[in-house]
């Protein structure tokens, strides 16, 4: 199968158009002034989809399945304390304490938004969709929303559309999902253009790929720190280059950046929060080096260079699967608000597409007493990406080795430093 990106780009609208629907019938129901947050078509596996549901915390919501012009499921979740804020707007005046009274307004609000984002795919569509009678769902656990034999098993990737609606002046959240059927999906990309297309599975190979390199980060923080890391979430987004700020946390944020060059070229972004940069200098070369106003000057060299040993190391394994050479830039460092860490990545991608690939991973410290996580953005030029994926021979992805050759920054001071302590520390570079 074939991903024709324009088609693509419908999907991401048609997502967009529901989204707004949803929002506009949220207001006049509660008086809750909405508007569209993040909006999202992902590639992601099963077990990311179940990992992001366990996150203990208590939703409710309502289940449906669509049929006619697209075949899935969908799912609109609120978290307990919104879906009772929600709730009590209906229910003003009434019994609070009634739980079925409480249960049965949830289950109305998301059933009316839950038709807005399916009226809007239609439209985009020029169809019609059929929705079951919804069920109401609730729980902390993915069983409870998924069946985990029917989502993405194994190394099949789901197509996923994530929608979130955000409330103005009021503490608000839900989550919106539909996952369609595979074969649902197939039907809409026969409908061609003449623009450019990605083999699907050549996209879910370089996923592997893109993977393996997280794998190996995660290991070479582990033994760098001594704190235990693993890939804990990974999906490839398709959104529009002005959405992929929305994915930032708007909070302090620290990130090093590069661009490279080759096959692929583009854009690779380290994104941790504060206190997981500050994690990442007491573990490695002590706390003496923070200082009170934030990381300090030989904390802020600290991340750069760990940094720039990472990127050494996707994408020297990127390389070796395509048999190629990627070239990457000495390291940016950032330490700001929120999105201001990615926009200079969103200026230079604008200059030659709308739309782009984000291979999204997130890891995180085993235990989970250890505040210290880190989300790595990969986005590769799209017409490079076209041409990398005609490259890849997705066989070889399981047995390339994704060793990386170690390059210090050519003028990021201390580089010296951090040579010995990886060679100290045993990380294989």
């Known amino acids: 199968m074939r991903l024709d990106v324009d088609a693509l780009g419908t999907f991401y609208e048609m997502a967009r158009e529901g989204a707004q629907l949803a929002a506009d019938r949220l207001t006049p129901m509660t008086d809750i002034q909405a508007r569209v947050g993040v909006t999202r ?78 009226d809007g795919w239609a439209d985009v569509l020029r169809t019609e969709i059929d929705v079951s009678t919804p069920d109401l769902v609730a729980g902390t656990e993915p069983e409870a929303f998924v069946d985990p034999d029917d989502v993405a098993t194994g190394d099949d990737l789901a197509v996923v559309f994530r929608s979130q609606i955000e409330a103005v002046g009021t503490e608000f959240a839900f989550r919106h999902y539909f996952v369609p059927t595979a074969e649902s999906i197939e039907a809409l990309f026969q409908r061609r253009t003449a623009g450019y297309a990605l083999e699907y599975e050549k996209l879910v190979g370089f996923d592997r790929m893109a993977h393996r390199g997280a794998e190996t980060v ?77 990381i300090g000057a030989f904390g802020q060299d600290a991340v750069q260079e760990l940094s720039n040993v990472m990127a050494s190391g996707l994408l020297d394994g990127w390389a070796n699967l395509l048999d190629t050479t990627i070239d990457h830039t000495t390291p940016t460092y950032a330490h700001d608000m929120g999105a201001a860490v990615v926009d200079p990545l969103i200026v230079g991608l604008s200059e030659g597409q709308e739309f782009a690939f984000v291979f999204d991973t997130r890891i995180e410290a085993v235990d989970a007493d250890i505040e210290f996580d880190l989300d790595i953005f990969a986005i590769p030029d799209e017409g490079d990406l076209e041409r990398a994926l005609e490259r890849l021979e997705v066989g070889r992805v399981d047995d ?30």
């Open 41 to 118: 078509l992902d590639f992601t596996t099963g077990e990311a989809i179940r990992a992001e549901l366990d996150d203990d915390v208590e939703k409710v919501g309502i289940r449906v399945e669509l049929t006619g012009g697209m075949d899935g499921t969908a799912l609109l979740l609120f978290d307990e304390a919104s879906a009772e804020a929600v709730a009590g707007t209906l229910t003003d005046g009434l019994d609070g304490s009634d739980e079925a009274l409480t249960r049965s307004a949830i289950a109305e609000v998301s059933q009316i938004m839950n038709s807005g984002f399916v």
């Open 218 to 294: 995660a290991e070479n923080l582990t033994k760098m720190t001594g704190i235990e890391m693993d890939v804990d979430i990974r999906r490839i987004n398709f959104v529009s280059l002005d959405a992929i700020p929305e994915d930032v946390p708007a909070e302090p944020q620290v990130s090093v950046a590069f661009s490279f060059d080759g096959l692929p070229s583009g854009y690779l972004l380290f994104l941790f929060g504060e206190r997981s940069a500050r994690s990442l200098v007491s573990a490695t070369v002590g706390e003496s080096e923070l200082d009170e106003s934030g």
């Open 400 to 429: 390339t080795p994704t060793r990386a050759e170690f390059t210090a920054a050519a003028d990021g001071p201390d580089s010296e430093d951090l040579r010995e302590l990886a060679e100290m520390e045993g990380v294989d570079l």
